[in-house]
C-alpha cells in the first residue's frame, strides 16, 4: 500500500487547557487569549499557510468532577474550564480564510434538532460549505446535571437517542427542500416555490416533529460528518453515520486493526470502506534538528500538570484516580464505564487490565495520554508516511501544546518534508470541506442519508 495524501487538522477547544494540561502556563504560550477574535482569525491564517485542512474544535458542557467528587481541581488547572462555545468563532475564522475547514464538536444530547439543523446549515451557508460536525453524545454526570437531570443515560442508551436525532436532522438537511425550491430573485417574483418546500414529520421515541427546515439547502446540505467512537455500540454507529472518524493514538497494530474493523463496519452498513477517512491524534514536538526537537520536548516537560492530566483521565474513563494509589490496579472495565468507554479500552490495551495510575503517570509525559513523538522535520514526515501506510489511516488531528509555535514548527519542518515524498498536497482544490477530500459537495448516495430520502422523494415525484 503506498502512502497518500496526508489530510491534516489543528486539534484544539475554546478554552485555555485543552488536553495537554499544564503547557498553558509556558511563557511562549498565547492560548491565555482565546476569548479574542483576533487570536482565532491569526490562528485561522496560520493554519491556511500551512494548507491545513481543517481546525477541529473540540467541546464539552459540563465540569470534570469525577477527581476528588469536585470540581475545583479542574477550575484551579484550567482543565477545559472556562470553555467558551466553539460554534460563535467559526465565521470570523471563515472570513479571513477561503480554504480552511471547521469541525466543530456539538453535543446533540442536549440540542433540539429543529433549532440544530438550523445553526448548522447557517454556518454552513456563511463558511461556503466549510463546516463538518463531530457527533458526540456526551459523557459528564455535570452536564446531565446542568440540564435538569440526575445523571447522564448510559452508554449505548446515548447511541440510540443520537440514531434518532440524526434521522431527523437528515431529513430537514436532506428532503424539506427540493433542490430546485428556489427561483432566481431577480428573474421571478417568488422566491421560492411552496410546493417544493415540504413539511418534515416525525415521530418517534424521543422526538416528535411537524415543521418545515428553517434554512434554504446549503452548499453540503448535511454537514460533513465527523464521530470519534471506538466502543462496540460506537464503530455501530460510526459505521452507519460518519464521514470521518477521529481515533486516539495507539500502537500501530491497534490502530490497524480499528481502522479495519471501521471501514468493515461501514461495509456492512451498506456504504463503501472509501466512505470514510480515519484520523488519528497526533502529538507532535517539530525543529530543525532531533537535538533541537528534543530541547523543546525537555522544556515543555517543565510546564506539564500531571494532577490535571488525572483530572483530565478521571472524567473520561469514569474512576476517581484521587482515590487510586499509584501502585493498586485501577478497578474498572469497558463495561462498567458509562464515560467514554474506548478511552478506557485503550489504557487496558496499552497497560493491560491490572493498569495503574503509574503506568498513566508515566504516559502523560506532557499533559495527556497521547505519546509525544520528538524529531526533525524529516523524521516526522518518515513516522507520519509509515504510519498511514501501516495503519491505513487518511490523516491526524494535530493536538496543539505550545501555540502558536507548535503549528509554526509543523509547517515549517514537517510539511516540507511531507512534500518531498510526495505525503501533502502543494495547494488547496476549490470547493466545500467534504468536496475537498471527497469530491462531492453531497453526501454519497451510499450515505443512508441520502439513500433514504432520495428514494422517498422518488417515489413522491416518479
Known amino acids: 500500500m503506498r502512502a497518500r495524501t496526508l489530510a491534516v487538522n489543528a486539534f484544539d477547544m475554546c478554552c485555555l487547557g485543552h488536553i495537554q494540561q499544564g503547557l498553558w502556563r509556558h511563557p511562549r504560550d498565547r492560548s ?14 496560520r493554519l491556511e499557510r500551512g494548507l491545513f485542512d481543517g481546525l477541529f474544535l473540540a467541546d464539552v458542557v459540563g465540569i470534570y468532577d469525577v477527581y476528588q ?14 470553555v467558551n462555545d466553539p460554534m460563535l468563532i467559526i465565521p470570523a475564522m471563515a472570513l479571513v480564510t477561503r480554504h480552511l475547514g471547521f469541525g466543530v464538536t456539538v453535543n446533540l444530547s442536549y440540542e433540539s434538532p429543529y433549532l440544530f439543523a438550523r ?8 463558511t461556503q460549505g466549510r463546516i463538518a460536525w463531530n457527533i458526540v453524545t456526551g459523557y459528564l454526570d455535570s452536564a446531565a446535571r446542568a440540564q435538569g437531570f440526575q445523571q447522564q443515560m448510559k452508554h449505548d442508551d446515548r447511541y440510540d437517542l443520537a440514531d434518532e436525532f440524526m434521522e ?57 460528518l465527523y464521530q470519534a467512537g471506538a466502543s462496540t455500540r460506537g464503530q455501530a454507529f460510526a459505521g452507519k453515520h460518519a464521514e470521518c472518524i477521529f481515533l486516539n493514538g495507539q500502537s500501530f497494530d491497534a490502530l490497524a486493526t480499528l481502522t479495519k474493523a471501521f471501514r468493515a463496519q461501514a461495509v456492512a452498513c451498506g456504504r463503501k470502506g472509501e466512505d470514510i477517512k480515519i484520523f488519528v491524534g497526533a502529538s507532535l514536538i517539530a525543529a530543525g534538528t ?64 491490572q493498569w495503574t495510575k503509574a503506568d ?20 516526522l514526515a518518515d513516522y507520519l ?66 439513500a433514504a430520502y432520495d428514494s422517498a422523494r422518488s417515489e413522491e415525484n416518479p
Open 32 to 45: 491565555k487569549n482565546f476569548e479574542h477574535l483576533a487570536y482565532w482569525t491569526d490562528y485561522a491564517h
Open 69 to 82: 467528587n469536585s470540581p475545583d481541581a479542574a477550575i484551579r488547572s484550567a482543565v477545559q474550564v472556562p
Open 119 to 126: 445553526r448548522m446549515s447557517t454556518l454552513d451557508h456563511l
Open 168 to 224: 431527523v436532522v437528515y431529513k430537514l438537511w436532506e428532503d424539506s427542500w427540493a433542490d430546485d425550491a428556489l427561483s432566481s430573485p431577480f428573474d421571478s417574483r417568488d422566491y421560492a416555490d411552496p410546493a417544493k418546500v415540504q413539511a418534515i414529520k416525525h415521530e418517534g421515541k424521543q422526538y416528535r416533529l411537524d415543521a418545515r427546515h428553517l434554512c434554504s439547502p446549503s452548499i453540503q446540505r448535511t454537514p460533513m
Open 290 to 353: 532531533k537535538a533541537e526537537a528534543q530541547d523543546r520536548y525537555d522544556e515543555y516537560r517543565q510546564y506539564v500538570d500531571s494532577e490535571a492530566a488525572l483530572v483530565h483521565a478521571s472524567a473520561s474513563m469514569g474512576v476517581d484516580l484521587a482515590k487510586v494509589d499509584l501502585e493498586e490496579p485501577v478497578q474498572t472495565s469497558v463495561q462498567q464505564s458509562q464515560a467514554v468507554q474506548s478511552n478506557v479500552q485503550a489504557v487496558m490495551q496499552q497497560h493491560g487490565k
Open 360 to 379: 498513566l503517570l508515566r504516559q502523560m509525559v506532557l499533559g495527556s495520554r497521547q505519546t509525544p513523538i520528538v524529531g526533525s522535520g524529516s523524521e
Open 385 to 450: 508516511v509509515n504510519l498511514q501506510v501501516s495503519c491505513d489511516v487518511d490523516g491526524i488531528n494535530l493536538s496543539r501544546t505550545v501555540v502558536p509555535e507548535c503549528f509554526d514548527d509543523f509547517i515549517d519542518h514537517v510539511v516540507p518534508a511531507l512534500q518531498d515524498r510526495g505525503a501533502y498536497k502543494t495547494q488547496y482544490e476549490e470547493g466545500s470541506i467534504r468536496r475537498k477530500l471527497f469530491g462531492s459537495d453531497r453526501l454519497p448516495l451510499t450515505h443512508p442519508a441520502r
